[in-house]
């Protein structure tokens, strides 16, 4: 059964759409197909899947409504068509990887979906708007036999994102070692059992949509803390504080709060994936030169070949060793994550 995944902080900057790319290529790498899914209007994740040829895609009539605002739209105009699986572009340096684009656009459904969500008695009409996304996304895991679902959400508090958020199996939080990193856990940990208290509250009430709410709640992986300098191989000393400070929100505010509805997995699950009593699935420092490369190619950091590289002598030595040390940590977490998951 298919796993879908959402990356999410409502605080920017986190590297969110970074972590959902990467690791969705890391997961497709080791042999898994994965469907990444840009919910973002920004559209990053689909500029960086695309590179040179994002332009044309959506300029191309035959590929220009292959996106999430068009594949859901039948549900948003009330038409009697259904809703189906669209034709997703394949990353042609890796197979497995597969992408609904996003659409600059996609946040003009949000005034109809907050309606949906908080009126009394649903009308009839809204019904098919909540599970209309879930339903699309499951279509196309179905024609491409998907294993993981990963979900790039806007940075904010949408109902575009809480509904993504609810009708996922679980989620990832990406942060940066930032004092406003840590308010917005904090804040998390009141708005995410919200939004799964008002799932559990009004599901019924989409129970005989043709597009119904998915049943279940989803469970928290871990974090992922990144974007920070080292010096002599660990984190600088202007970093370790605000590191060691998410862990402990994380583990002081969040966790007990999720834990209250049942958005943890047992203890002895994260053990058993060999994931620590932090939650941390890893500790990322800065891209630096690699992320240069990242943007040039669209190629994971720890996948750029040594043509890519542009560098020679000791420089060159030190990419060929980052892209080492990128390379175990986000298999590590592929490997976390299936482990987890299954």
């Not at 939080?173 to 856990?185: K, S, T």
């Not at 059992?193 to 709640?217: D, L």
């Not at 871990?222 to 202007?238: H, L, S, T």
Request: charged residues 15%; contains cysteine; aromatic residues 10%.
């Amino acid at each position: 059964m298919v796993k879908k995944i959402v990356f999410f902080n409502h605080k920017g900057g986190v590297s969110k759409t970074t972590s959902t790319f990467n690791i969705g290529w890391k997961l497709a790498e080791i042999g898994h197909k994965v469907l990444l899914v840009d919910a973002d209007p920004q559209c990053n994740l689909t500029s960086v899947f695309l590179g040179g040829k994002f332009d044309e895609y959506y300029d191309d009539s035959a590929t220009c409504r292959n996106n999430i605002m068009d594949g859901v739209r039948p549900a948003f105009a009330g038409t009697p068509d259904p809703i189906r699986a669209i034709d997703c572009p394949n990353h042609g340096l890796n197979q497995n990887l597969y992408l609904l684009p996003g659409h600059m656009n996609l946040s003009e459904y949000d005034p109809q979906l907050t309606f949906a969500i908080n009126a009394p008695v649903t009308l009839t009409a809204m019904q098919n708007l909540p599970g209309s996304f879930n339903q699309l996304i499951v279509n196309i895991a179905e024609k491409y036999d998907i294993e993981y679902v990963l979900i790039d959400l806007n940075p904010g508090l949408s109902t575009l994102n809480q509904i993504l958020f609810v009708s996922s199996d679980a989620f990832i939080i990406p942060a940066n070692p930032d004092i406003f990193c840590v308010m917005a856990i904090k804040s998390l940990s009141r708005i995410l059992p919200q939004w799964i208290n008002w799932k559990n509250a009004n599901i019924y009430n989409f129970a005989h949509a043709t597009y119904p709410m998915p049943q279940g709640t989803p469970i928290f992986i871990g974090e992922i803390i990144q974007r920070f300098n080292i010096r002599r191989g660990v984190a600088a000393a202007i970093y370790r504080p605000l590191i060691d400070t998410i862990k402990l929100t994380i583990r002081d505010f969040l966790i007990p709060a999720l834990s209250q509805v049942s958005m943890t997995f047992p203890v002895e699950k994260y053990q058993d994936a060999h994931i620590s009593d932090d939650f941390c699935l890893a500790e990322i420092k800065d891209f630096a030169t690699l992320g240069q490369k990242y943007q040039e190619t669209g190629i994971p950091v720890f996948a750029i070949p040594d043509d890519k590289l542009g560098a020679t002598g000791i420089v060159r030595g030190q990419l060929i060793e980052g892209r080492r040390t990128f390379n175990e940590q986000f298999t590590a977490m592929a490997n976390n994550i299936t482990s987890l998951l299954n």
